[in-house]
């Protein structure tokens, strides 16, 4: 007899929410968590801040040609050093200055006769990133190191970013939120349900894609230019949460 007095609710709530799993535990019903998650109501919240930049990355560098290894290096090292030099002229802290590429590379022709490729010289590459602090004064930076490299500057691209993105984030997870809330009320209207508590937030991925601007394409130098205008625009960030809401 005791065996179907708990055997009933199990019945009523497989017939209620559609399982056909039920379990007793100390004299009381449990639902399967596969059950329990496919209750309530589901949405998906997004948050968009636009955020105004305030750091730049510029990646430059030094790319210097030369019959031998020893003459390459030799002036890839005095060029780089002067733009070294240049970039803390400018404000660039040191810690600011990240080396991203070094090498060395032999450059050859092909000789037809001899079936065989002939070393002709050496390409010496030495590739950092600068970060700016200011802004604004992106463009003087570019021109200054631009003089300091001469024909051997490389500058390939400038990227801008945020330094801080803690309160933009706050304010994107306030507004994804509110959007959660939103959708979830109109669904719940829909479906002639009042709409409880939320049981259930999970925050996504935050999507920030930095804005990057190339100079070059294929390895060539930055031409001079007095005065080089840079725009930094400005940066969206986007940020997704889930939320569950109980039927009330």
Do not use: H
Not at 41 to 58: K, N, R, S
Not at 82 to 109: A, C, H, W
Not at 133 to 158: L, S, T
Request: proline fraction near 4%.
């Amino acid at each position: 007899m005791k065996r179907v007095r708990w055997l009933i609710p199990c019945l009523i709530v497989a017939l209620a929410l559609g399982t056909v799993g039920c379990a007793q535990r100390d004299g009381q019903v449990t639902i399967p968590v596969s059950v329990q998650q496919n209750t309530g109501v589901w949405v998906t919240g997004q948050g968009e801040v636009m955020a105004i930049p305030d750091i730049a990355t510029l990646s430059l560098g030094i790319e210097a040609q030369k019959d031998t290894v020893a003459e390459a290096q030799a002036q890839a090292n005095e060029a780089m050093n002067d733009v070294m030099e240049t970039l803390k002229d400018n404000g660039i802290d040191e810690k600011d200055i990240q080396t991203q590429r070094f090498s060395i590379y032999p450059i050859t022709r092909w000789l037809e006769r001899e079936n065989k490729e002939e070393i002709i010289g050496y390409r010496v590459t030495n590739m950092v990133t600068a970060k700016i602090r200011k802004v604004d004064e992106a463009g003087v930076v570019i021109d200054a190191v631009a003089r300091a490299g001469g024909d051997y500057i490389r500058i390939q691209n400038i990227s801008f970013a945020v330094d801080d993105t803690e309160p933009y984030y706050e304010e994107a997870r306030e507004k994804a939120m509110e959007d959660a809330k939103n959708k979830a009320e109109q669904l719940a209207d829909l479906a002639g349900v009042r709409l409880g508590k939320p049981t259930y937030v999970s925050e996504g991925a935050v999507y920030l894609p930095p804005i990057t601007r190339d100079f070059y394409e294929g390895g060539m130098a930055v031409p001079a230019a007095p005065e080089t205008s840079i725009s930094p625009g400005e940066l969206k960030l986007t940020l997704n949460v889930q939320v569950t809401y109980a039927i009330a």
